[in-house]
Every structure is written in C-alpha cells, then in structure tokens.
C-alpha cells in the first residue's frame, strides 16, 4: 500500500501561482508513472502532468507551458508548480502514483494509488 499526502493548495487571483507538493511513502524511483489530476465540480478527474519511467514529463493541452510538474527523489515528493492561474484551473487537485511501465502516465486507469487530494481555488 501506498500512501500519498497531497500539499500547498489554496486561494489565488487569477494571474497567481501556487506549488502543490505530494509526499510518497517509500522510495518514488520505483514508480513508472508519476501525476498529478484535477476534478471540477461536475466534471470528470482528467490528468494534467505527468511524469513517466524515463523522467520525460507530459502535459494536459490546456496546461502546457504554465505548469511544470517534477519530483525530488531524495524527498520522496512530487511537485506541481502552476502558474497564470485562471479560474478555469479550480478544480481538487490529485496525485497518484503506479508501478506499472508502458502507459501514457496521464490516464486515470494508469494509476491504482491516489492521494486524497489538495483545492485550488482561482478567484479575484
């Protein structure tokens, strides 16, 4: 069992930035899939960043080139640093984890250990 303890949400005006922070139990290099989702309400969780085994990151559309998603192994943590934060960006933030290589890492199915989650919430 993993645990996963998700960190550093909050309120900012459109324009801000925030950090989110994901404590793993254990050592993260053992994971293939690393990410970070979100859910709106109403909506479904849809995966935003992603890191895969060979460190390459991937990105939502809607997030690339104001998110930056990285981790810190000897923390055993996960980051996402947000950036030109809108109010379309509020929404609970997610992490997860999963051992499991040859998967595009930004699906929910990827993952089987989720964090329990972190609220953004984007407004003036």
């Known amino acids: 069992q993993e645990y996963l303890v998700e960190s550093g949400g909050g309120s900012v005006q459109p324009g801000g930035s925030l950090r989110l922070s994901c404590a793993v139990s254990?050592?993260?290099?053992?994971?293939?899939?690393m990410g970070w989702f979100r859910q709106a309400p109403g909506k479904e969780r849809e995966g935003v960043a992603a890191?895969?085994?060979?460190?390459?990151?991937i990105y939502a559309d809607s997030v690339k080139g104001r998110f930056t998603i990285s981790k810190d192994n000897a923390e055993n943590t996960l980051y996402l640093e947000m950036g030109s934060l809108t109010s379309e960006d509020t929404a609970m933030y997610y992490c997860?984890?999963?051992?499991?290589?040859?998967?595009?890492?930004?699906?929910?199915?990827?993952?089987?250990?989720w964090g329990h989650g972190t609220q953004v919430t984007v407004s003036s």
């Open positions: 890191l895969n085994a060979g460190d390459i990151t």
């Open positions: 254990g050592y993260i290099y053992r994971f293939a899939c």
């Open positions: 997860a984890v999963d051992f499991r290589d040859g998967r595009s890492c930004l699906r929910n199915y990827d993952y089987n250990y």
